[in-house]
């Protein structure tokens, strides 16, 4: 039977993010031939309204107002609903994201509906679709089918493909007018650390470094491999504790999930803290001068070395392989 699907469209900088167009593709599989609507909120983002279509959405429906220009759950929670209540969805998706992990169980609530988060995988069951998500930290997997009401899940960035982009795309673009009141958070600032490169949460190629790069210059050589690789450069909470780098960077429970395509982890033991947040990525490369390491437990290649030889000599193999490609 065709369903009705909402999903909702994130923003970082100004640019959509590519978990807006994977949870696209998420909302296609579960339709089952029915609409898949996409909602955009903020205060100027009518623009972005053609990129959502030509990845895959049917329709695109805006709420702007200015209240929306920084996100705060009441406001969202407030223009999604109004949405929501007009559409009347079958299912809604969202990206596992710190704005969806904030705002789905808030409207989940408030729709009186249950919720599937983190799901990193979609299948046909005999009663209907069956969501697969990490749980103890990503040391096991749970199954889950919704079987009857609303379907509202969140997916995991970098686990459900996007849908190929094509120009030649069509669809209604709506919008709905939402008065936005009695907010109890107001933003009037924001303030962000200067940033280079590409998005950590959403990176194909993530080169993470340990207490192992031993200074904050140690982190150089692993910017050089990110940038060849077009990655970004991640870290384990040992290193940001020792003021390697900043906690933005740290990956593992107490920080970023993550699953690029490759991670190389240099410098890095192993902590069951860290493999939480990248144990799922798709092929994992450990580099560390202890054979006896438990990072080289889940490494699908391991290097037995210096990282400050090792690395070097693998940007330096990198640039030869683009430059005669």
Do not use: W
């Amino acid at each position: 039977m065709a369903k009705k699907v909402l999903v909702l469209g994130e923003l970082r900088d100004g640019s959509l993010r590519n978990v807006s167009f994977e949870a696209i593709a998420a909302g296609k599989k579960v339709a089952e031939g029915g609409e898949v609507s996409a909602v955009l909120i903020g205060d100027s983002v009518k623009d972005k309204a053609e990129e959502m279509i030509h990845y895959g959405a049917d329709r695109v429906i805006i709420v702007e107002d200015e209240q929306l220009k920084n996100y705060t759950s009441d406001g969202f929670s407030q223009a999604f609903m109004a949405v929501t209540d007009q559409e009347n969805p079958d299912v809604i998706v969202f990206g596992h994201t710190a704005l969806g992990k904030d705002l789905s169980p808030k409207v989940a609530s408030k729709l009186n509906t249950g919720l599937v988060s983190d799901v990193t995988a979609i299948e046909e069951g005999d009663d209907g679709f069956v969501f697969t998500r990490p749980i103890y930290s990503g040391k096991a997997f749970e199954k889950k089918a919704l079987t009857n009401g609303l379907t509202f899940f969140t997916i995991r960035p970098n686990n459900i493909d996007p849908l190929e982009r094509d120009e030649a795309r069509s669809g209604e673009v709506s919008s709905v007018a939402v008065e936005i009141k009695d907010l109890r958070t107001i933003i009037k600032e924001v303030i962000t650390k200067a940033s280079e490169g590409v998005d950590l949460s959403e990176a194909k190629v993530i080169v993470a470094g340990g207490r192992g790069v031993k200074s904050a210059e140690g982190f150089e050589p692993l910017k050089e491999l990110a940038d060849v690789l077009g990655g970004a450069v991640g870290a384990s909470r040992g290193a940001c504790d020792a003021d390697y780098c900043d906690y933005s960077l740290q990956i593992g429970q107490t920080g970023k999930v993550v699953t690029p395509d490759l991670y190389i982890a240099c410098g890095i033991s192993g902590a069951i803290q860290h493999m939480a947040g990248m144990s799922n990525s798709k092929v994992i490369v450990a580099i560390n001068k202890d054979p006896e390491a438990t990072i080289f437990n889940v490494a699908d290649y391991g290097i037995v070395g210096d990282l400050f030889e090792v690395v070097p000599l693998l940007t330096e193999e990198f640039r030869k392989m683009k430059a005669s490609s």
